[in-house]
């Protein structure tokens, strides 16, 4: 699977949310001939393991999102984990889904 990461921006004091999920970067990426902005990686609450979550659908929708699972996502995770790590990020464990 074609995988690129056009842009990505890691969170300097990044919050954990209500469920203890902490959004530690936002990225542009392409998935091959599809384009998402403004997806995150994320620090699981659960168990500190990196997953990602698609983008909103709409802008200031953030119920609904673009639902990135199984091989998609860890591919993503994968594709971004050098460049979060060079950019300075911390990524002790990857979510393997």
Not at 5 to 13: E, F, Q, Y
Not at 20 to 27: E, I, K, N
């Amino acid at each position: 699977m074609d995988i690129r990461i056009d842009s990505m921006k890691v969170l300097n004091a990044p919050k954990p949310n209500r469920r203890g999920d902490t959004v530690v970067a936002y990225l542009d990426l392409r998935i091959e001939w599809l384009t998402l902005k403004g997806a995150a990686l994320v620090r699981l609450g659960s168990d500190g393991r990196l997953s990602v979550w698609g983008p909103a659908c709409l802008p200031g929708d953030g119920l609904r999102r673009v639902i990135l699972s199984g091989e998609v996502r860890k591919d993503v995770v994968a594709a971004a984990l050098p460049i979060f790590e060079a950019l300075g990020g911390a990524a002790e464990r990857v979510a393997a889904e």
